[in-house]
């Protein structure tokens, strides 16, 4: 489906709220929405909506992650891994 066919007025989002609802369940393409010809907002799907939440959440863990590195902060690889076994057979019963 072309993009232009996912532009619309906001008296077209008015009148077709249930049609464009039913198209976002469908193939997930967000609509722009303009207003006096201007593009105004954006319209997607909750499925859409939340997985690009998500994705901001652990690109931001990402971030603060790489951060952590350089600053000199954080633990090797080995050394976590080392400490991991240790605690497993701590807690072995």
């Known amino acids: 489906m072309q993009a232009t066919q996912h532009i619309k007025s906001i008296s077209y989002l008015k009148s077709h709220a249930a049609q464009i609802a039913e198209s976002l369940d469908m193939n997930g393409t967000p609509f722009i929405i303009t207003q006096n010809g201007e593009a105004s907002m954006v319209v997607e799907g909750i499925q859409q909506y939340q997985d690009k939440e998500n994705l ?3 690109l931001k863990v990402v971030a603060m ?4 590195r350089l600053d ?3 633990q090797r690889v080995e050394e976590v891994r080392a ?3 240790q605690k497993r057979t701590e807690h072995k019963p």
Do not use: N, R, T
Not at 65 to 68: H, L, R, S
């Open 56 to 58: 901001i959440a652990m």
């Open 65 to 68: 992650g790489e951060k952590d």
């Open 72 to 74: 000199g902060q954080g």
């Open 83 to 85: 400490l991991l076994a």
